[in-house]
């Protein structure tokens, strides 16, 4: 598929049924994910920064963001979706330039998020993020092609307010982001699959939630439930490290079991080598 196939297709996913989106990290964790069978690839902010040696939370930076997605998107065949994080920049324009540059990078969609990291308060205003939004949108159709804006809200993941006002917090939210030109809405944190169905059924943007092995629903459970989409954030990034660690632990006591069961280096070598010409 060449971009503008990917872009239509992306669009295409999210029009019906729930879409799982598994989230890479580097070019390797992607070409491995779209060889499982997933027919998009969202990056983690989390994966990526770590693997860059930084903490998530905008710590990355646009030009390494940018630069991951680019190593990604010229990897795989599928669609992918972006983690901006809160766009590297506190302004519109900042927001603006971002999706220029992770659009030119290969990207067809981002997830946009609406945590403050710097100030007092937890979250932008619904007017601030607002206009940060429509920024992320006019620079997206300036693309000329379909463009997924996801819109994050971290109300449950940053526990603003009271637990009892959240879920009108939540749909508030939503309204506004859908004025501003979001495409969904995306609540990290929220696991009460009750009101989770309650959001589906109230929000006027399709829902995306973190599946939180142990804690969230079932994915079975939350397709039931009409969540249009569903992605994991830095789970599986996690679960590879954790292999990592423990490999490496054995390794150091005089036990190979763990290496054993790697990835052989000729399948890397074959997944990752592109066609001439």
Known sequence: MNLHER??????????????????????????IAEAGAAAVATTSSGVSWA???????????????????????TVAVPVSADVE?????????????????IDAGAVGVNLEDRRRTGGDALWSTDEQGARLAAARAAGDRGGRPFILNARTDVYLAAVGAPEEREDMTLARAVDYHRAGADCLFVPGLADLAVIARLVSRA???????????LTPTIAEL?????????????????????ARRAAAQLLAGDD??????????EMQRLLTRPAG
């Open 223 to 243: 397709r039931a439930a009409g969540v249009r989409r569903l992605s994991v954030g830095q789970a599986i990034a996690s679960a590879a490290y954790e292999v």
């Open 86 to 102: 809160g766009g590297y920049g506190p302004t519109p324009a900042d927001v603006a330039d971002t999706i220029a540059a992770v």
């Open 52 to 74: 860059l040696g930084v903490p998530d939370g905008e710590q990355l930076g646009r030009e390494e963001a940018v630069a991951a997605v680019a190593r990604i998107a010229r």
């Open 257 to 266: 079991a763990t290496l054993r069961h790697g990835i052989p280096f000729a």
């Open 7 to 32: 872009a239509r297709r992306f669009h295409e996913l999210h029009q019906s049924g729930t879409l799982v989106l598994p989230n890479a990290w580097d070019a390797a964790s992607a070409a491995l």
């Open 204 to 214: 006027p943007l399709p829902i995306n939630i973190m599946l939180i092995p142990g």
